[in-house]
């Protein structure tokens, strides 16, 4: 195909005026380009977790699509405009309802790796295409040397992104939620490439094409509508694939999604799912805090620290010791702690935890707290209990770093003992044993243990690794006076603590802020 130089456009308004409106176009596609680049990446990391790798595939396919986006453009200059309007109009409707799409085959099919791939490229070759289409109907506004006119793209380009990458997590998200900030997100930008080309440039078109784009907008943004009008039904019916039928709580906080399923009349055990990720079964949750709290209380245990476990489960197991004078409880989500305390189902199963005097609350990131001058000087505490998410999923890698048991045993007693969740021992079991490293690393002992899960369990629930970690050699043992324990008996622990040691893998390197070593 021949390229012709640009003609010049006949335009409504002055040639300034036409540039400046050109540029405020760019500003605007660039801010929803970065919103559903971030969209991808934020709603991914929920259903898939590791948020890591989510953002390197997703960055990694847009830059390359956008390449292929540019080089496809050059076919279109000739016809720059409708061709720019085109563009528009399919990154709008892409865009915004990638959110639901990759909700949907996520909730339905149990996999949203493939979408999240195929959309990543739709949408880097449709934002790739748009550069080389602007600066052909930018140049046919008014003539400028080609680092000019590419400069002037890019500075509006760039600005647009900054405004993009900061309005979605302190505008969109919060206010409106990842499905209904998508799809405005997808509106706004079919407004914008819409109105650009039909008014600014509408001396470009024949009727025949301004019908079509005019009509093909309009189906854009009915159809953008109808699927925000429907985004609760929608989010109901997803939520019930994913959870089953009986989900009584859905709430999305500041931190996470939180779910409560059963725990109602119907007498269904409660289950507690903390974005997707099942935390708490009501049917078999006590021998997972039984294991966790109870060798960790076989010595000294008047003061208590408990790291995450905002449920109240692992402080019931605690205040079922009579000699335990304060439990300090750190939690970064308000909203699960709110739910520990109101919600009749788990309240009846962490027994009114939070009603106890000798219980404190403080909602703040574990990490933060501990470092903080004001977490170090409230100890020390006999026991220290981090009842944390699984050490895999990348935001809690931190929490499982030599930093932060560092920070830990700032606070911990020099008799004290530290009880650590560590994962499947069974099915990721050099996830286990790098924490285990990662704790002798800061100079304490350990003895790892594990509760093995009943042959009839559902799959989505783990087996649970245990270790119990002290200054001195510990002697995992139940206390003298251990309230009676339905699924642990001092035989059953040192089985369990026999098996696992009996794994043990060695010569594993701890994990640290800048090397963290968990894997999915």
Not at 322 to 330: C, E
């Amino acid at each position: 195909m021949v390229h012709h130089p640009p003609v010049p456009a006949r335009l409504p308004v002055p040639a300034g005026l036409g540039r400046l409106l050109v540029l405020t176009t760019v500003f605007v596609c660039a801010a929803c380009g970065l919103v559903y680049e971030l969209e991808l990446v934020a709603l991914a990391s929920y259903l898939i977790g590791d948020s890591v790798t989510q953002a390197s595939v997703v960055l990694s396919v847009m830059v390359f699509a956008m390449g292929v986006g540019s080089l496809l453009a050059k076919r279109l200059r000739d016809r720059a405009a409708v061709g720019f309007a085109a563009v528009e109009a399919g990154l709008a409707l892409t865009g915004g309802l990638s959110a639901m799409a990759l909700y949907a085959c996520f909730a339905w099919y149990g996999q949203a790796r493939p979408a999240l791939v195929g959309f990543s490229l739709a949408i880097g070759v449709l934002i790739g295409a748009e550069v080389p289409l602007l600066m052909t109907l930018i140049q046919r506004i008014r003539r400028q040397d080609a680092g000019g006119a590419v400069a002037d793209l890019f500075a509006a380009d760039y600005v647009g992104a900054l405004v993009g990458g900061l309005a979605f997590p302190f505008l969109l998200l919060p206010v409106l939620g990842q499905l209904t900030g998508a799809l405005l997100t997808g509106a706004v930008n079919a407004v914008a490439g819409g109105a650009l080309v039909l008014w600014l440039f509408r001396g470009d078109l024949s009727a025949r094409a301004r019908w079509v784009l005019v009509t093909a907008n309009a189906l854009v943004l009915v159809l953008l509508a109808v699927c925000s009008a429907l985004t609760g039904p929608f989010e109901r019916a997803a939520r019930n694939a994913v959870y089953g039928a009986d989900v009584r709580v859905a709430v999305q906080s500041e931190v996470q999604e939180v779910v409560l399923t059963g725990g109602g009349a119907d007498g269904q055990p409660l289950s507690l799912f903390l974005d997707g990720r099942l935390r708490v079964s009501g049917d078999d949750e006590y021998r997972y805090h039984e294991a966790l709290v109870h060798p960790a209380m076989a010595g000294p245990h008047r003061d208590v620290l408990v790291l995450g476990g905002g449920d109240g489960l692992a402080v019931r197991e605690l205040l079922r010791y009579p000699d335990v004078g304060s439990v300090t409880v750190v939690e970064l989500d308000s909203a699960v702690l709110r739910l520990a305390r109101t919600d009749a189902g788990l309240v009846a199963l962490n027994r009114g935890a939070y009603r106890d005097p000798r219980v404190r609350v403080v909602a703040a990131d574990a990490f933060e707290w501990l470092r903080a001058p004001r977490g170090a000087a409230e100890g020390p505490y006999d026991v220290v209990i981090s009842d944390l998410p699984d050490p895999g999923v990348t935001p809690s890698a931190k929490l499982y770093s030599q930093e932060f048991y560092g920070l830990v045993t700032r606070v911990l007693a020099p008799g004290g003992r530290l009880a650590v969740h560590g994962g499947d021992l069974d099915a990721r079991p050099r996830t286990f044993w790098t924490v285990d490293a990662t704790v002798r690393s800061v100079g304490l002992r350990t003895a790892p243990y594990e509760v093995r899960a009943p042959a009839a369990r559902d799959e989505r629930r783990p087996g649970w690794g245990f270790l119990l970690a002290a200054r001195s050699p510990v002697r995992l043992r139940l206390p003298d006076a251990h309230p009676y324990l339905p699924s642990l008996t001092p035989e059953k622990l040192g089985e369990e603590a026999h098996e696992a040691a009996r794994r043990r893998e060695t010569g594993l390197l701890p994990s640290t802020l800048m090397h963290p070593r968990y894997a999915q």
